[in-house]
């Protein structure tokens, strides 16, 4: 299943995941074409998002989505919000 039920567990910006740790889409707090680009691509509230791979300086950051790649800049990761999964420490271990 891609989806994970809503809880009142606090949230964390996309960004401060780490490589190879997992979260839930809390909320999309991005604007414009950008805001309906990401929904497009899946990124909806609920959906399972895992953190691939950052760029040497941190920006870009690649996530794996719906069977996807998306590579989002920091400071729009940052205006996503997520569940980290509870199987899933921030800095990526299980």
Do not use: F, Q
């Not at 999309?28 to 895992?50: C, K, N």
């Not at 590579?71 to 729009?76: E, F, G, V």
């Amino acid at each position: 299943m891609d989806t994970y039920p809503m809880s009142p567990m606090s949230t964390i910006a996309l960004s401060e995941l780490a490589v190879g740790a997992s979260c839930y889409v809390a909320s999309v707090e991005l604007e414009g074409l950008l805001r309906r680009r990401i929904l497009d691509l899946g990124m909806v509230p609920g959906t399972s998002v895992r953190c691939v791979r950052k760029s040497p300086a941190g920006d870009p950051i690649a996530y794996a989505v719906r069977g996807s790649t998306i590579a989002l800049r920091n400071d729009d990761a940052r205006l996503i919000r997520a569940y980290v999964t509870d199987n899933t420490d921030l800095d990526g271990r299980r």
